[in-house]
């Protein structure tokens, strides 16, 4: 009986050490499991910082690089436009200080607003005399800019002078201008000019003129038959330029005459043209120069 008991005690204490040994090893799996887990998840979390992190980094550098392009861009497109701006300001303000001078002397006159020159603007020099109702302004172009009117502008050339003059009548006035009647040139050999424009040609003597009509305006170039020169070249030129040159309107007429002779200081090329008792007259050395600023005038 005492050994059957004790048999059945041992029996009981390793079913007890069975269990708890069992139980150990669930504790240190589950723990492990536990603790792999936790390392998975910190990896994870680590490399999922890490990947934020660079993409932080990366739209930084991103945002700092666009920054630092749209300052370049914004920085050359500043300079380039100042640039522009002084270049063009510096011919049209020199030519706007100057009317508005010679209107402060003047008065409420017309002026050309351009100086008809591709370079030297910078340089333009003009000098006046007269008054109101009739007056000659010179422009020149020199070394140094000079005030208006200063006494050094005397000594240099105008390329361009602009003249006006008060007559007590239209019809005195009229009578200045060396108008060409439509009469005169009937029967002479035509010449196509192009835009629907017929031009007449008289020769004679070693001259030739190439003469022709656009609304109140007569237009003549002249060219020397003796040397070999021909009218046309340049009648062309200045009816394809008086396509996009409006011209003053005469109240009666006006007159263009060209010369293919020029030279510097000449002021064979003529444009004039009446309103009412007034007659308006540019004197350049180059025709093309004197359209354009008789086409500026305001």
């Known amino acids: 009986m005492k050994k059957g008991k004790k048999t059945a005690l041992l029996l009981t204490i390793l079913m007890v050490g069975l269990l708890t040994a069992c139980g150990g090893q669930k504790q240190a799996a589950s723990s492990s499991k536990k603790a792999t887990s936790e390392q998975t998840s910190v990896k994870k979390h680590s490399k999922s910082s890490q990947k934020s992190s660079s993409e932080k980094s990366s739209a930084v550098e991103s945002t700092s690089t666009s920054s630092s392009q749209g300052l370049t861009s914004s920085s050359t497109t500043t300079s380039n436009s100042t640039a522009s701006n002084s270049n063009n300001s510096s011919t049209v303000t020199r030519l706007s200080v100057f009317n508005q001078q010679l209107r402060n002397a003047l008065g409420n006159v017309i002026l050309p607003t351009t100086d008809g020159l591709e370079n030297g603007s910078n340089k333009l020099n003009v000098r006046y005399e007269g008054n109101q109702a009739n007056y000659t302004i010179s422009y020149s172009v020199g070394n140094t800019a000079y005030q208006l009117n200063d006494e050094a502008v005397s000594k240099e050339i105008p390329y361009v002078q602009f003249k006006k003059t008060s007559y007590g009548t239209s019809s005195e006035a009229s009578?200045?201008?060396?108008?060409?009647?439509?009469?005169?040139?009937?029967?002479?050999?035509?010449?196509?000019?192009?835009?629907?424009?017929?031009?007449?040609?008289?020769?004679?003597?070693?001259?030739?003129?190439?003469?022709?009509?656009?609304g109140n305006w007569a237009l003549t170039v002249h060219a020397t038959a003796v040397n070999q020169q021909d009218p046309k070249t340049l009648a062309v030129q200045i009816v394809n330029m008086l396509e996009s040159y409006r011209l003053p309107a005469p109240s009666q007429y006006g007159v263009i005459k060209a010369d293919v002779n020029s030279s510097y200081g000449s002021r064979n090329q003529l444009i004039m043209w009446q309103q009412n008792n007034v007659i308006y007259q540019l004197n350049a050395h180059d025709i093309t120069t004197a359209i354009k600023m008789a086409a500026s005038m305001k």
Do not use: M
């Not at 035509?190 to 003469?211: F, K, M, P």
């Open 175 to 214: 009578a200045q201008v060396d108008y060409i009647k439509q009469n005169d040139l009937n029967g002479l050999p035509t010449i196509d000019l192009g835009h629907n424009i017929t031009g007449y040609e008289d020769a004679g003597a070693g001259q030739r003129y190439l003469s022709w009509y656009e």
